[in-house]
């Protein structure tokens, strides 16, 4: 389903797509997480269509920031199946920092340092929500910081799915 094609339905897309940087991040933190969590019910649907079109036969990675626990959990025949990769705040913020496009959006905000605090500060607050719904349903998460190697990471994840 295309949000474009269905706006009722979608939204919060919309309404995201309709505005400005400014209008989305000087917002208050906890509606910018809560709107986070609506985003991502939008477009599970969506993304599950396009899963459901895949071959049956052939193993399917799937990643994303609306593939929440609480969503994934009720489609999961073993637990076994699935695994969140969860930044910590510090991580988030230090490779967030880093990535280029991050000014192209924040040099259209008036305050764009206030703007990138509170988009930090969402992601952190959602990504406590994943914590939480993950833990809830008995689902794998990995906290992924400066502590453990991509090696180390790896690993893990290979062991989580029996692959090593």
Sequence with gaps: MNPNQHPASHWISTK??????????????????????????????????????MPKSTPILAEGIALIPELVAKLLLDKKRAIWLVPSKDFQIKHYSMRTWINDILRDCLDPAKAFKNWMAKD????????EQADRNNLMVIKVDDEQSIEENTKNIAEHFGLS
């Design 16 to 53: 995201i797509q309709e505005s400005a940087w400014d209008e989305i991040w000087m917002r208050p933190v906890h509606i910018l997480a809560e709107e986070q969590v609506s985003l991502a019910h939008e477009e599970f649907e969506m993304i599950i269509n396009d899963l459901l079109k």
């Design 124 to 131: 952190h607050m959602y990504a406590e929500t994943v914590v």
